[in-house]
């Protein structure tokens, strides 16, 4: 069974920052792309960035490009999102994604899912 765990979400002012991580836990066998997204009270899940296995390979939505930087952790079977510059349009519940395909994380698609962290940006 593998369970993706994310932390670090909060309640922030505008402009401060903030850093979500993601780890794994159970097997996944083979190297797998992470990535992020949200979703805002009545609003559609969205893309915010991901990663490949091999970190060489980052994807972000344009609404974050510049503020946000997605990374793997030193093992690989965990990714952080470095948030800075916060806006309160980035509130949101913010959930980690893994798939063995880069494509398919930024699509949506992923296998497996985190349960999400709260980011509240106040103004």
């Known amino acids: 069974q593998v369970q993706l765990v994310e932390s670090g979400g909060g309640l922030v002012q505008a402009g401060e920052s903030l850093r979500l991580s993601c780890t794994t836990s159970?097997?996944?066998?083979?190297?797998?792309?992470m990535g992020w997204f949200r979703q805002a009270p009545d609003k559609e899940r969205e893309f915010v960035a991901a990663?490949?296995?091999?970190?060489?390979?980052?994807n972000y939505a344009d609404s974050v490009k510049g503020r946000f930087t997605v990374s793997r952790g030193d093992s690989k079977n965990s990714v952080e999102l470095q948030m800075n510059s916060l806006k309160p349009e980035d509130t949101a519940v913010y959930s980690c994604?893994?798939?063995?395909?880069?494509?398919?994380?930024?699509?949506?698609?992923?296998?497996?899912w985190g349960q999400g962290t709260q980011v509240t940006v106040a103004s």
């Open positions: 994604a893994a798939d063995v395909d880069l494509t398919t994380v930024i699509a949506g698609s992923s296998r497996y």
């Open positions: 159970g097997r996944l066998v083979g190297g797998y792309a």
């Open positions: 990663i490949s296995y091999s970190a060489i390979n980052s």
